[in-house]
């Protein structure tokens, strides 16, 4: 079992959101959708996509637009989107990736084919992430996977190694919602003899140990925890 990849799909087309909710659900992914551009960065937020389609041609505030709220945005700015559009043109793709597209494809597509994209762009930033991961920093704390430390404002901390795993999965997460599953699957590889509420105590304990930081791990009440930074 592994946590499903979230896909969130931004176009003011019904027909199309619908045709993508059920040709990438049949492949396995997560997808919601917003077909009201002003509603989609919130909707996003709350959803936390691993990958955004992102619609070009909608009146009122454009694909372009939204991609530029999207860049702007602490939660949502390092998530890759894909844009989709029936101006495919040279002139077009260079506009969508100078803004901050991953990848830029025309319509009417092939399914196939944007699964096949969507799998290379989540590969590619996944192995850009990994690169420039063994130092992680949220706020005023720096976990170093090499020398298997934690700071918090610059002093180093004690953590236990599931302490330490539990943060790093969540740092490479953060703002994002984890289930107890994902969070068992994560961390503990889903032991046999883990049980969900393991999970909570060691949620508790992991709050104890980030009290001096400006970090808190928020509940989200019959879904899990994520990881957000306090606002001043």
């Keep these: 079992m592994s946590a499903r990849i979230r896909i969130f799909a931004i176009d003011d087309e019904e027909d199309l959101t619908d045709l993508l909710h059920y040709q ?8 919601k959708f917003a077909n009201n ?12 996509p691993d990958l955004i ?34 101006k495919s043109g040279v002139e077009d793709r260079i506009k969508g990736l100078e803004r901050g597209a991953d990848d830029y494809m025309g ?31 949220m706020g005023n704390l720096l976990l170093d996977e090499e020398d298997h430390s934690v700071t918090i404002g610059g002093d180093k901390q004690d953590f236990t190694l599931t302490e330490f795993k539990l943060l790093h999965y969540f740092l490479k997460r953060q703002g994002r919602v984890q289930t107890r599953d994902n969070l068992l699957l994560g961390v503990w590889k889903f032991d046999a003899d883990v049980e969900t509420r393991t999970v909570d105590v060691h949620i508790r304990r992991l709050r104890k140990k980030l009290e001096q930081s400006t970090l808190e791990i928020e509940t989200i009440r019959g879904v899990g925890y994520r990881l957000l930074e306090q606002l001043a």
């Design 37 to 48: 551009p002003f509603e989609a960065l919130g909707k996003a937020r709350d959803f936390m």
């Design 24 to 31: 990438l659900g049949r492949e396995g992914y997560e997808v």
């Design 107 to 137: 319509k009417p597509f092939d399914p196939r084919e944007l699964i096949l994209r969507i799998n290379t762009v989540l590969k590619r930033t996944t192995d850009r992430t990994d690169e420039s991961s063994k130092r992680l920093m």
């Design 53 to 86: 389609l992102l619609d070009v041609m909608m009146p009122d505030l454009d694909g372009y637009q939204v991609l530029r709220m999207i860049r702007s945005d602490n939660l949502l700015k390092s998530v890759p989107v894909i844009m989709l559009t029936a």
